[in-house]
């Protein structure tokens, strides 16, 4: 049976992304899609799935993300290109 969230999942899949995110407010992965039971159909735009754990070994442990603020294991952002790493293990 098709509904809102399958058909959600299947075009974000085909196209290459990693969740959706509202920007500024929430994001969720492929795995939790959804979950807020609340998506906003203006709001929630295909984004792109960030780990934090790329820099939380890094000497400002993430100080200047918001989104990676200890309460988050990743974020999500509709550029690719958004997130880089502040440090990464091995990096001078």
Known sequence: ??????????YLVKNHYDGLCNPGNCGCDLQDLMACCEPNGTACEAAYRFDCSRCMDGPDFNNDCP??????????????????PMYVRGDE
């Open 1 to 10: 049976m098709a509904n809102i969230e399958n058909m959600v999942r299947q």
């Open 67 to 84: 989104m990676c603020d200890g309460d988050n294991d990743y974020m999500m952002s509709t550029d690719i290109d958004y997130c880089h």
